[in-house]
């Protein structure tokens, strides 16, 4: 499964439809690459997985931003609309916005500080940041009912800024500022997305931007971190049938944990290679591109040669479509309608929306639902009830929709919906209370068992960090999305956002000359990229954006095809993951970085 399917309520329904019929232990999805650390963190801590609070953004009078880059990314987990006028409200009133970014990123000309941060030391620095709260009383839980706080501190207490400022790269004055500026304000929100997330820390991290806003009392406040009330709760029926599970299977090889009724997706090639019992010969292909989208790409695309069967439901033939004996491909959602289900509950106040088909296309198309549902009949369904049963399945997507919105918390129905073609504004983010907690005995755990026990290792790399080296880090353009937007001139046309960018210091050091091709090299690949040098970017480190790289499609993706660029995950290691949830490092990877003979044009053009 890839990322379209939270986008649209049918294919996150197909999603589950094809997982039920295939009755396999065996999906992947991008959670791996993106969301896990933050969502174990939270249903560790809040006792849901889906429990994630929102930056109350319309009211916060402090936001510390963590490995996120709104400007380009719109905000994720934090829908908004007009998020650049929203910013400049938060200055304009006289808050702060303090960003944390190994990149002097498009988001940091929004913020009031930037700061860049050595990639992979986040967890550290909010220790560092906790560790100042704690030894200058400035903890104060207000209402919320909280469990391990002696603990937290405690650890905490192991992480005075002056240990982990040479670490992460940011002085302790400066640390000690950021905690005390957050303390003091009336309202702050600490927010942290995928650059947290996707690097060797990324589940304590997760754990301490939650436990950063539990501590000053920030956490279900307004202007604080606070929980959205969505007029359709998907959230009761994915308890229901995914579970707020980990670990209820491993994955045959390496012992990855699932989460989610998920293996971690580092683990794909090495199923489809590893002969015995229970290895993948087939592959069903849901919106996604694997191929492009998880590490050491290069060792996925020669397994899935090998595969017996691949079915891809997409328009494109991609990285991974490429090997389909089968393409099946789908209607678009603007050609179906959507309630935008799933990230809605992200949104920074309460809204419901239902978009209409925006384009008619002939009958002769499925969408993803339709072809779930075929698919899932002729898997399981004998031939007598085909009939009865698709009967059924049509509108029943929006059936569910429906009844979800009646017995919600604003009692309103898809009809009703429809009657309001821009959207209901259900008012601001409310306080949930002790409601809003999913433990079992309501109270935030401050310090989970399995993220406390990642701190000893946290402790070493604090100490041992070596930084002569370089790592690689992702980047994200606002004209582009994953690897799919890439086909479309409009969005391609101009400069080449596909860049190898690195400090113009650590280049001359290397003898290397911007503008020129050089060569990039990790523990399982290489690429040869043109170089950008650029001040925006922390010394000893290289940034590369994930989803180019489409020469080896060139015949059926034309105009992705001849842009320039490779793919970061060319250099992403599948076999190092970090050890709480299986999270795929997608920054802060071990790279050199080298000169090539012939200077100039030795790609694509
Ligand atoms: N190095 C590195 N790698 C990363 C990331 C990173 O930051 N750095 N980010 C990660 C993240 S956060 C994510 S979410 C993943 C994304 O990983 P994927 O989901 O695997 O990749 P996408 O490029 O989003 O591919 C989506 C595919 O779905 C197709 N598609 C679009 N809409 C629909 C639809 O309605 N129905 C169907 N059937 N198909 C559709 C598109 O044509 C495209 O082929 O990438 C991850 N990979
Ligand atoms: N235009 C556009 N919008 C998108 C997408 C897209 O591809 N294009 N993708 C969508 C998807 S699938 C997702 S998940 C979201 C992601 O949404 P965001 O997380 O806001 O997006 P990114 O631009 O990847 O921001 C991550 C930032 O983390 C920084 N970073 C890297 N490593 C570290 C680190 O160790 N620590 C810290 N503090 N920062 C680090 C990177 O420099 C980068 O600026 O965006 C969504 N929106
Ligand atoms: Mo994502």
């Not at 698919?375 to 085909?386: E, F, H, K, N």
Request: proline letters at 6%.
């Amino acid at each position: 499964m890839g990322n379209p399917v939270v986008h649209s309520h049918r294919s996150a329904l197909a999603a589950q439809l094809l997982t039920m019929a295939f009755a396999t232990h065996n999906r992947y999805d991008p959670n791996s690459q993106d969301s896990n650390p933050r969502l174990f963190a939270c249903m560790q801590m809040y006792g849901d997985a889906l429990t994630i609070p929102v930056p109350d953004v319309d009211r916060t009078d402090n936001l510390l931003i963590l490995g996120a880059n709104p400007a380009t990314s719109n905000g994720s987990q934090m829908g908004l609309g007009n998020a650049r006028e929203r910013f400049a409200t938060i200055r304009d009133r006289g808050g702060k916005i303090v960003l944390i970014d190994p990149r002097r990123t498009e988001s940091a000309a929004w913020a009031t500080s930037h700061h860049f941060v050595r990639p992979g030391g986040d967890a550290a620095l909010l220790m560092a940041i906790l560790h100042v709260l704690f030894a200058e009383h400035r903890v104060n839980v207000h209402d919320i009912a909280v469990s391990g706080l002696d603990v937290l501190a405690g650890i905490a207490a192991r992480f005075p800024p002056e240990r982990v400022a040479p670490a992460v790269g940011i002085d302790p004055a400066t640390i000690r500022a950021i905690a005390r500026d957050f303390a003091d304000a009336k309202a702050a929100c600490a927010y942290a997305r995928v650059g947290v997330c996707q690097n060797a820390f990324g589940p304590v991290a997760s754990w301490l931007v939650e436990a950063l806003n539990v501590v000053t009392g920030n956490l279900d406040r307004a202007g604080g971190a606070m929980f959205g009330t969505p007029a359709a709760d998907i959230g009761r029926v994915g308890r229901l049938v995914v579970g707020n599970a980990f670990g209820r299977w491993r994955s045959r090889v390496r012992g990855l944990p699932e989460f989610l009724g998920a293996l971690p997706s580092a683990a794909l090639s090495e199923e489809i290679e590893t002969a015995g019992e229970g290895q993948i010969k087939a592959l069903v292909v849901l919106a996604g591109n694997p191929g492009s989208s998880t590490p050491n790409g290069e060792r996925l695309a020669r397994a899935l040669a090998t595969l017996e069967h691949v079915v891809g439901i997409d328009f494109y033939v991609n990285e991974t479509t490429r090997f389909a004996k089968v393409i099946l491909p789908p209607r678009h959602l603007f050609e179906t309608g959507n309630y935008d289900v799933l990230l809605s509950r992200f949104a920074v106040r309460n809204v419901a929306k239902y978009n209409p088909p925006i384009v008619t296309t002939g009958d002769d198309l499925r969408d993803d639902w339709e072809i779930a549902t075929e698919v899932a009949l002729r898997v399981r369904a004998p031939g007598l009830l085909q009939g009865v049963a698709r009967a059924c399945a049509r509108g029943l997507p929006e059936r569910a929709i429906d009844l979800l919105l009646r017995t919600g918390p604003y009692g309103l129905s898809l009809a009703k919906l429809k009657d309001a073609p821009h959207g209901l504004d259900l008012g601001p983010l409310v306080p949930a209370g002790a409601a809003g907690i999913r433990t079992r005995d309501r109270v935030v755990q401050l310090a989970p068992e399995p993220l406390v026990a990642d701190v000893e290792r946290l402790e070493r790399w604090v100490d041992d960090v070596r930084q002569d080296g370089l790592v690689l880090i992702g980047r994200r353009h606002v004209r582009s999305n994953n690897s799919w937007m890439h086909n479309a001139r409009s969005l391609t046309n101009g400069t080449d956002r596909s860049q190898l960018m690195m400090h113009p210091e650590d280049a001359a050091e290397r003898g290397l000359i911007d503008g020129s091709d050089v060569r990039v090299t990790s523990r399982v690949g290489a690429v040869t990229v043109r170089l950008l040098a650029s001040t925006d970017l922390m010394r000893g480190v290289v940034s590369l954006p994930h989803g180019f790289g489409h020469q080896a499609v060139a015949d059926t993706l034309k105009v992705a095809g001849a842009l320039a660029g490779v793919s970061a995950n060319v250099l992403t290691d599948d076999q190092s993951v970090e050890p709480v949830v299986g999270t795929s490092i997608l920054n802060g990877v071990p790279v050199s970085v080298e000169r090539i003979a012939t200077e100039g044009p030795t790609q694509p053009p």
